[in-house]
C-alpha cells in the first residue's frame, strides 16, 4: 500500500509560478507512475501530466510549455512545477501512485490519490 501528500498550493497572480509536492510513503518501490491531476470547481478531474518510474514524462496539452513533472528520492517524491499561471488554472490538484503489486500470484494495477491541494490563480 502507498500513501500520497499532497502539498504546495496556494493563491498566485496570473503569470506567476507554483510548485506542489507529492510525497509517498509505504511500499514507494512498487510504484510505477505518478499522475498530477485536477479538478476545477463544478468540473469533472483531468489529467495534468504523468512521470514514470524511468522518468518518462507526459503531459494534456493545455499545460505544455507551462508545467514541468519530476521526481527524486527512490520514486517517493513527485513535483510539479507550473509557469506562466493562468486563472483557468485553478483547481484542486491531485497526485495519484500507479502502482504494481502482487496478489493471489498475479500482479495487478493499483490507484492511490493524495486528497489534493488548492491551486488559486487570480487575474
Known amino acids: 500500500q502507498v500513501q500520497v501528500v499532497e502539498s504546495g498550493g496556494g493563491l498566485v497572480q496570473a503569470g506567476g509560478s507554483l510548485r506542489l509536492s507529492c510525497a509517498a510513503s509505504g511500499s514507494i518501490f512498487s510504484i510505477t507512475k505518478h499522475g498530477w491531476y485536477r479538478q476545477a470547481q463544478g468540473t469533472q478531474r483531468e489529467l495534468v501530466g504523468t512521470?514514470?518510474?524511468?522518468?518518462?514524462?507526459d503531459y494534456a496539452d493545455f499545460v505544455k510549455g507551462r508545467f514541468t513533472i519530476s521526481r527524486v528520492g527512490a520514486n517517493s517524491t513527485a513535483y510539479l512545477q507550473m509557469n506562466s499561471l493562468k486563472p483557468e488554472d485553478t483547481a484542486v490538484y491531485y497526485c495519484?501512485?500507479?502502482?504494481?503489486?502482487?496478489?493471489?500470484?498475479?500482479?495487478?494495477?493499483?490507484?492511490?490519490w493524495g486528497q489534493g491541494t488548492q491551486v488559486t490563480v487570480s487575474s
Open positions: 495519484k501512485a500507479e502502482t504494481l503489486e502482487r496478489r493471489y500470484n498475479r500482479a495487478n494495477r493499483y490507484e492511490y
Open positions: 512521470i514514470t518510474r524511468d522518468g518518462s514524462t
